[in-house]
């Protein structure tokens, strides 16, 4: 698949600021791994900066698990080291500093969190990528998706699909196209229903069916991973769907590499993102 223009870099005279900044609110006391797989993810996949948003307590600990290059926003949180409600000013406050958001990764389902997570979807200006204890709280509050005309990028498996459209889990999965575009029509977002074949899905009816990735890819993680990598893509100027489907493809080309090095038993998420450099360098050169 040839690589959009926006990721191959080919102008000299550039700055990272040309390359997008990411912010990732994401992680707990429990799910650190979460922040920390988004925020790699998304700098291995070309943002120029990435940020991510922790609860405060917890800021020296995730410095020590992510890279050095990733930077780090202390906020506020609950008594469970989540972030609070009262995060929410001091994000709304930073919108204009990000390019992408990417929400929901080790959040938790607490319900102070979950109260953040809508404020930012109903309010940012800024293109959301919503995964995992994010997609937990729409549920709650559907209209949320269409507060604003952001672009927003869903990406739920089988099981968060179901919650979304309130039926269930074997109903998504024996018509997964027809529930995604069916979901996207009605919320006017853009939708990646994860699974075997992955499908990505836009309001004007565009559809893509991914036929990269592979068994090993169902560990924990996998999911964090691709949404640091749509987020990326989207702060690089991809649209909403070109990002998703571009992060699924590359996703499932990365996870087919760290197979074939390490079996689809033995690999876990960290290959997946140590893999992204020699994909993205494979798309470029079959594309010259």
């Known amino acids: 698949m040839r690589l959009p223009a926006p990721l191959l870099r080919r102008k000299p005279n550039v700055h990272k600021n040309d390359f997008g900044h990411v912010l990732v609110l994401a992680g707990s006391r429990q799910m650190l791994g979460a922040a920390a797989l988004t925020s790699l993810s998304a700098m291995r996949s070309g943002a120029g900066l990435v940020t991510v948003g922790i609860p405060k307590s917890l800021n020296a ?115 997964r196209a027809a529930a995604a575009r069916t979901f996207t029509r009605k919320y006017r977002c853009i939708l990646l229903l994860k699974g075997n074949k992955t499908v990505v899905a836009s309001p004007d009816g565009k559809l893509y069916t991914n036929t990269t990735g592979n068994a090993g890819m169902a560990t924990a993680g996998s999911g964090d991973v691709l949404t640091g990598m749509i987020a990326a893509f989207v702060a690089q100027g991809l649209s909403g769907f070109e990002a998703a489907k571009y992060g699924a493809y590359l996703h499932g080309k990365a996870g087919d590499l760290a197979a074939k090095a390490k079996t689809r038993a033995a690999m876990i998420a960290t290959d997946i993102i140590e893999n992204i450099p ?11």
């Not at 709280?137 to 498996?157: E, G, Q, V, Y």
């Not at 020699?278 to 010259?288: F, N």
């Open 61 to 175: 600990a995730v410095q020590k698990k992510i890279s050095n290059a990733v930077m780090t926003l202390p906020l506020a949180e609950t008594s469970e080291q989540t972030l609070a409600a009262a995060a929410f000013k001091t994000i709304k406050d930073s919108y204009g500093s990000y390019d992408a958001i990417a929400i929901g990764p080790g959040l938790s389902r607490k319900p102070g969190t979950q109260s953040l997570i809508l404020k930012v979807i109903e309010t940012s200006p800024v293109p959301l990528v919503i995964d995992a204890d994010a997609l937990n709280a729409i549920p709650r509050s559907l209209k949320s998706l269409t507060k604003t005309k952001t672009s927003k990028i869903l990406t739920p498996h089988p099981g968060e699909m179901a919650r979304l459209t309130k039926t269930g889990k074997r109903a998504v999965e024996n018509n």
């Open 278 to 288: 020699a994909v993205i360098k494979k798309e470029v050169r079959s594309g010259k």
